[in-house]
């Protein structure tokens, strides 16, 4: 830190598996990934290489390079696994994983439909030799998924060996766990944690609204992701009681009721 402030709330170190902060690229250039590394990797765990885009990055190995060196682990966007799946092509899709000596895979399934049991064995297999994050929830508006079926989802899929469960939300935060709106689904949420413990989740929060009930829920350590590269710094701000929406949480009474005449 630059300065020195008392009562910031303590943050978890890295390598770390609680406090996570997961950066969205969604195309960045290698000079870009560069920069962001240069302000912004000490900050972040995670870069998800969203969608397909990997398919279509120019210098795409040149900047998972630069993502790596920087000591931040990369996965491609579940998305782009339900692509190789629905054209028969599982075996592919390592051989990919494994060109780009990527350690970290994401298994979703909501962009097609993929039976649970089969979903749970492409986390068993892919777990052998890989960190597995998989997404629960639907991209498409309107489905709801009953909070039941959230919990048993997130827990069957943490015993089949995913590290993290991720609550999907997209990347406009309209679906899954938020409301067309963009607010959470409270009762949802209040539900899933009661039986599954938070830590095991990253919950998708791309806008700043979504971090800001997140971090007040459940402090600021708790695991958030499809977080922009412009706003890793924002986000830790907001983590840190740095920003007016979470100024008054992180201090004592004293100083949280304290009115300057």
């Known amino acids: 830190m630059n300065f020195t402030l008392p009562h910031i709330p303590n943050r978890t170190a890295k390598p770390r598996s609680n406090g996570l902060t997961m950066m969205m690229d969604k195309g960045l250039s290698w000079r870009q990934a560069e920069n962001f590394v240069d302000s912004c990797a000490e900050l972040t765990d995670i870069v998800k290489l969203g969608f397909g885009t990997s ?8 900047k998972l390079d630069i993502y790596h060196s920087a000591g931040l682990n990369c996965y491609l966007g579940g998305t782009l696994f339900e692509a190789f799946i629905i054209r028969g092509m599982f075996d592919d899709y390592r051989k ?39 997404e629960v929830g639907s991209k498409e508006e309107g489905i709801l998924i009953s909070p039941n079926k959230w919990i048993n989802m997130m ?14 939300a997209r990347e406009s935060g309209n679906v899954g766990i938020y409301r067309p709106n963009g607010t959470a689904h409270v009762a949802l949420v209040n539900k899933i944690t009661a039986k599954v413990n938070p830590e095991d989740i990253l919950w998708e929060a791309p806008i700043k609204g979504q971090q800001v ?49």
């Not at 993929?114 to 890989?130: G, T």
């Not at 827990?155 to 999907?168: C, D, M, P, Y």
């Open 55 to 62: 398919y279509i990055t120019k210098d795409f190995e040149r």
């Open 155 to 168: 827990q069957t899929e943490l015993e089949a060996g995913s590290w993290k469960v991720i609550a999907e």
């Open 96 to 134: 990919m994983l494994d060109k780009f000596k990527l350690k970290f895979v994401e298994v979703s399934d909501g962009s097609i439909v993929i039976d649970h049991d089969l979903k749970c064995k492409y986390i068993q297999d892919l777990s052998k030799d890989f960190t597995v994050l998989s």
């Open 213 to 261: 009930w997140f971090i007040k829920q459940f402090g600021p350590n708790v695991n958030l992701g499809n977080i922009s590269h412009n706003e890793v710094i924002p986000l830790e701000t907001l983590r840190l009681g740095l920003r007016g929406d979470t100024f008054h949480d992180f201090l004592p009474e004293e100083l949280a009721q304290k009115q300057l005449v």
